[in-house]
């Protein structure tokens, strides 16, 4: 195959990719992302709790909380999205130490307020 096909063919691909990322992001619910933000930070109580990994489900919740920012414009939601990160920001510096009765109750409650924030979400979108 000819190099000049074969660039043809990968712009072809991309711009298929492309295209298809952008009707993803265009049919984005904020509702549906919201709700499942509410269920990911119930689930970091409980990982946290029974000693399991909790990174992947705060990167799942930093992913969310992304398609979220992107797909809402109002400036009370933005702020309240830029006190979750704050949220996400410090349960990932206290899942990295040792598990201490007080980093404990600290996890509880910053997913406490995580699954706060995203039910005002929710309710504030509805």
Known sequence: MSTKKFSIMSLAALMMTV??????????????????????????VSAYAKNRDIFSVIHRLEEQQNRLKNSVHDPEISNLLNFLQLCLNNLKTISAQPKTPKNKRLVADLGTSLGEGSRYIVQTLR
Do not use: W
């Open 19 to 44: 295209g298809l990322h952008a009707s993803t992001l265009a049919n984005v619910d904020p509702v549906d992302i919201a709700k499942k933000q509410e269920i990911l930070s119930q689930k970091i």
